[in-house]
């Protein structure tokens, strides 16, 4: 089983960039294919960008609230996934998962169901 761990959330003003990072442990993150979702208060977890696992090229999907602005990669060397995110705004605010499947059915790529494995979150605020 694979473990993620998140880091690099925090506050920055709208317009702003951020990067966040999964770490992964356990097993190689390659095998996975992994997410990254978000969740505002009061709202349902909602996803964001994943990036398809070794072997099937690689596709990447985002949502198309943040096409043009966030950008997914992974890294096998350092077993770790990051989320770069450039001009930031207010309603981008939440607590951002890492996830992690390893038995996708495509055309849930983009439901919570669909990853079995979970970090603990990293909060991320985009206020002035």
């Known amino acids: 089983q694979v473990q993620l761990v998140e880091s690099g959330g925090g506050l920055v003003q709208p317009g702003s960039s951020l990067r966040l990072s999964c770490a992964a442990s356990?097993?190689?993150?390659?095998?996975?294919?992994t997410a990254w979702f978000r969740q505002a208060p009061g709202k349902e977890r909602e996803f964001v960008a994943t990036?398809?696992?070794?072997?099937?090229?690689?596709?990447?999907y985002y949502a198309d609230s943040v096409k043009g602005r966030f950008t997914i990669s992974r890294d096998n060397a350092k077993n770790t996934v990051t989320l770069q995110m450039n001009s930031l705004k207010p309603e981008d605010s939440a607590v951002y998962y890492c996830?992690?499947?390893?038995?996708?059915?495509?055309?849930?790529?983009?439901?919570?169901?669909?990853?079995?494995?979970w970090g603990q979150g990293t909060q991320v605020t985009v206020s002035s």
């Open positions: 996830a992690a499947s390893s038995t996708m059915i495509l055309s849930s790529i983009r439901m919570p169901s669909q990853y079995a494995y």
């Open positions: 356990g097993s190689s993150v390659s095998r996975y294919d």
């Open positions: 990036v398809r696992r070794s072997g099937t090229g690689g596709r990447i």
